[in-house]
């Protein structure tokens, strides 16, 4: 039996955290940062502590964080690791807080190898904690790991890993490449110029702008890309798509939502299980649609679409060449736009018999041929425009098929 995505991430993350469990007791802490009296301020039940500090970077290349609650990483250029613990605590009384606030345990130390900033809990605290870190930008890899808690990344240059049992992930400019993992919460992308992988088993996703080719995924939520310089793949269980510019191939997946490519450099190759396609210029178009209508605009290339439910507008760009394509609508009308200077030969087929099976064109050149009495099958059309070309076939089942002019 399948795994559900929710479930495959819950296995990995609770594999991460007993690895890093496991890590913990069998290396040695070569350096550590223990709790000190620090000021408490109280608003209400809510107690809070701020702590700050460093830890020696060295030519630290790479970091790993193991923690607990929100983390913020930010690049600086900067020779040391500077962090900002904000604890807190829900307590009656000073005393109270105080004891719960000291139950944290802040550490720098490396595990396997590599530099480790673990934060972690001992049992009885009742709030989660926020770190807040300032890591040279040279790093060339920086991963983190949250049991729980908002993951945020900014100015790095290198490659850049978070992972969090639950909660928002947020990059605002990364120069490397990503990978993202949340078992639970909304994604938020401003600028990443290396390649993307982005999973969160339940919420939206948000791209400003990628450079490299990614993959966004989530089990349930709106995927949303502004601009893609290279392929995209975006894939959600139930939710829209929208690519405003892709540069590139595009590749769309929704179980129920729209699809919408605004402009594509290449082939938009898009599925839905219930909702519409609509792509407004692409190099080559190959879908299809469970339930709900399809929209084609400027498109060039080879176009390839199906609906079960739902009608088909395909417009052809002036000025290209025509590649072979095919149009087939189980229920629902197909309106084909061709330019009047299109070299192509056409083959269109009505399921309906007799009467009811109509296709309407405004080219001459297109022959709708005679159904014979008392033959039932199906009307057919053909015929070769400015001296015939690649072949457009053009089927409906239950539905007009209109054969659109455009000068």
């Known amino acids: 039996m399948r795994l559900t995505l929710l479930s495959l991430l819950a296995a990995a993350l609770l594999a991460q955290a007993q690895s890093v469990q496991r890590a913990q007791q069998t290396h040695q802490t070569q350096q550590s940062q223990t709790p000190r009296a620090l000021p408490l301020q109280r608003e209400g039940a809510e107690w809070t502590a701020v702590e700050s500090g460093a830890f020696p970077a060295g030519g630290l290349t790479r970091l790993r964080v193991n923690s607990i609650g929100a983390v913020t990483v930010t690049g600086v250029d900067a020779p040391n690791i ?25 550490r720098y130390e490396r595990l396997n190898g590599v530099p480790t900033i673990t934060l972690h809990s001992e049992p ?36 850049v890993t978070g992972e969090t049992g639950g909660g928002p992930l947020q990059v605002v400019s990364v120069e490397g490449s990503v990978n993202l993992t949340t078992g639970g919460g909304p994604v938020e992308i401003g600028s990443v110029r290396g390649s993307m992988r982005c999973l969160t088993a339940g919420g939206p996703i948000h791209v400003r702008r990628v450079d490299g080719e990614s993959w966004l995924e ?17 894939s959600t269980g139930a939710g829209n798509i929208e690519i405003a510019r892709a540069r590139a191939n595009v590749s769309a997946r929704t179980l129920g939502g729209v699809i919408k490519v605004v402009e594509a450099g290449g082939l938009v190759n898009a599925h839905t299980g219930g909702g519409g ?45 025509m590649e072979n394509s095919i149009l087939n609508s189980a229920s629902g009308d197909i309106t084909v736009v061709l330019p009047a200077r299109l070299a192509v030969t056409i083959q269109a087929m009505n399921e309906l018999p007799g009467k009811y099976g109509r296709i309407v064109s405004e080219f001459s050149e297109i022959r709708v041929l005679p159904v014979i009495a008392p033959v039932r099958g199906p009307v057919l059309a053909e015929g070769a425009l400015n001296g015939g070309g690649p072949i457009l076939r053009v089927a409906a089942s239950r539905g007009t098929i209109f054969l659109r002019r455009k000068e």
């Open 277 to 321: 396609i609509q792509v407004g210029s692409a190099r080559g178009v190959q879908c299809d649609s469970v339930a709900g209508g399809v929209r084609l605009r400027n498109v060039s290339g080879p176009i390839n679409v199906s609906t079960a439910a739902g009608s088909i507008l395909a417009e052809w760009a002036g000025g290209v060449r």
């Open 82 to 106: 500077e962090y900002r613990l904000l604890r807190r605590a829900r307590a009656n009384d000073e005393g109270q807080a105080r004891r719960l606030t000291s139950l944290l345990n802040l």
């Open 218 to 234: 989530t089990g349930g939520g709106d995927v949303i890309v502004d601009e893609a310089m290279a392929r995209i793949h975006a």
């Open 124 to 159: 009885g605290g009742n709030r989660a904690p926020q770190l807040e870190l300032r890591v040279p930008r040279r790093l060339l890899d920086t991963h983190v790991f949250t049991q729980t808690g908002a993951l945020t990344f900014d100015q790095l240059t290198g490659t």
